[in-house]
């Protein structure tokens, strides 16, 4: 089968290949998928030159974990279509109508993010402290050797998640 290597990057040995029969896109991942293999035996090894972007190949594929990979790949003429990516990405927005301007306006908040400034006053009963509601105190009051007896009641504060 022919494909056109549309990505490909050496440092890391992966490629992504198209294929002529327009069917899912195939990956190349390390030297094993080349039909040359490295010359390990002569005495200035070199791997075989990595596909580039734009080379015209031959390929055979096989499926694994739902990826289809490619196997015994050549090249059979580099730098056949090097801006065939670049259309193809062209031709993907132009169908997706990434041209046209998106009708819905922008997401604007309507009110400002709290706090609106540092230290900004709260109204009372809005912030995350809210008063405990009053409980009586009981006739008489508790000696605890703390003094005279609270009269007044002092309100309990309590954060607002909390019964």
């Known amino acids: 089968m022919l494909g056109v290597v549309v990505w490909s990057k050496e440092s890391t040995q992966a490629a992504v290949v198209w294929c ?15 039909a040359e293999a490295p010359d390990y035996l002569s005495p200035d090894p070199a791997p075989p030159r990595w596909p580039a972007v734009g080379d015209l190949v031959t390929l055979d594929t096989a499926v694994a974990g739902g990826l289809r990979l490619v196997r015994n790949l050549s090249i059979l003429e580099a730098d056949w279509g090097p801006a065939l990516p670049a259309s193809l990405k062209g031709a993907a927005l132009g169908v997706a109508g990434e041209g046209a301007p998106d009708p819905r306006p922008a997401w604007r908040p309507t009110t400002p993010a709290f706090p609106p400034a540092p230290f900004a006053p709260v109204p009372p009963g809005q912030g995350m402290m809210k008063p405990v ?13 703390q003094g005279p007896a609270v009269t007044e009641m002092q309100p309990r504060w309590r954060r607002s998640g909390l019964a």
Do not use: F, Q, T, W
Not at 21 to 27: N, R, S
Not at 133 to 145: F, G, I, K, R, T
């Open 133 to 145: 509601p009053a409980e009586p105190l009981p006739a008489s009051p508790v000696a605890l050797d």
């Open 20 to 34: 002529e029969d327009h069917g899912d896109i195939a990956y190349l991942k390390g030297y094993d998928g080349l």
